[in-house]
């Protein structure tokens, strides 16, 4: 009897999981924060970053960090969902993930080709997977006989630069280079690492992910009049002040170099909101947050800071929440 009863409470627990999973796919339009967490540092409540993009029964992944694909189950869907991956820039807290997504995919033979977009260098580096998969692939289960597919049998990677649009089957996804690198224009080092923010036009609504960004007049022009603009936000003094905490022996050149990239590679609260005004986008929604915050009065005074520049709504995203 307490076999059955076992029994039929796992049965209902798998029914109730495979309802809301259904339910979840059948809502179109929507954009998940899986990941909210900013910067390289892992943090027990916020995953890295990572976005699901639903659009009819399809998932579409913006930046992959580290975990993206058990959020993406968390949510309610699967990798079955996916039809293709976004990368703003080439960071490994936005990048981490993407090994689990390809690899798993091959691994459960999900069928169908997945697309990954992404700023020069993604060839490389989803090369750079598909090697790290080799090894393992040629032995597979190690059944006798056995013939596995190639690693990139299911895979297509097309590298976008400033000015990209994508027009794919239910939507518009325009690129353009955000500040988040600041060689000097012509150098080669500009033409190699690039820094994108993206905009994906719905029949419903329009979305502008910034990925992570300095000020930049180039994703205003971009954000203009959106419906959602998802901004990555960070405290950089508080960011400073906890590095010279916890490591005050760091060499002053070094410490300066951090500064610089924070200060004019990141934006701040009022940076995020005074951008959001200048684009006249509708609703805000901030991830990469740094620090990654829980308490509810730091979260409402982030949130008081952003509005203090932007008179709209504004939302501080935990990992898991729907826009």
Do not use: C
Not at 289 to 300: R, S
Request: avoid cysteine.
């Amino acid at each position: 009897m307490k076999m059955f009863r076992f029994i039929s409470t796992v049965m209902t627990a798998m029914l109730m999981h495979a309802a809301s999973a259904a339910e979840n796919s059948s809502v179109s339009n929507q954009w998940i924060t899986l990941g909210t967490m900013g910067g390289p540092i892992p943090n027990p409540t916020h995953s890295q970053p990572a976005n699901a993009l639903l659009v009819g029964s399809s998932a579409y992944i913006v930046d992959a960090g580290d975990g993206a694909a058990g959020q993406l189950v968390t949510a309610g869907h699967s990798l079955r969902d996916v039809r293709a991956v976004f990368i703003s820039h080439l960071h490994f807290d936005h990048t981490a993930g993407l090994a689990a997504i390809i690899a798993l995919r091959w691994q459960a033979n999900v069928p169908g080709k997945l697309a990954i977009y992404g700023p020069p260098g993604i060839k490389q580096t989803v090369a750079g997977i598909f090697s790290y998969m080799d090894y393992a692939a040629q032995g597979h289960y190690g059944v006798p006989g056995q013939k596995s597919m190639p690693v990139d049998n299911n895979v297509e990677v097309i590298e976008i630069a400033d000015g990209t649009v994508l027009k794919l089957e239910d939507f518009t996804v325009t690129a353009v280079r955000n500040s988040h690198y600041s060689w000097p224009q012509g150098s080669k080092e500009w033409e190699k690492f690039q820094a994108l923010s993206f905009k994906f036009e719905l029949p419903n609504r329009t979305i502008v992910y910034t990925g992570d960004t300095g000020p930049s007049t180039a994703v205003v022009e971009l954000a203009k009049d959106a419906d959602l603009f998802v901004s990555e936000m960070m405290d950089i003094d508080y960011i400073i002040a906890e590095i010279k905490r916890t490591s005050p022996n760091m060499p002053a050149v070094a410490l300066k170099n951090i500064e610089k990239h924070l200060r004019h590679h990141h934006i701040t609260p009022e940076q995020v909101g005074d951008m959001a005004d200048q684009a006249g986008v509708k609703q805000v929604v901030v991830t990469h947050m740094a620090p990654g915050e829980d308490d509810p009065a730091k979260v409402a005074a982030y949130t008081e800071r952003v509005k203090s520049k932007f008179s709209g709504e504004v939302v501080m995203a935990k990992d898991l929440d729907r826009f």
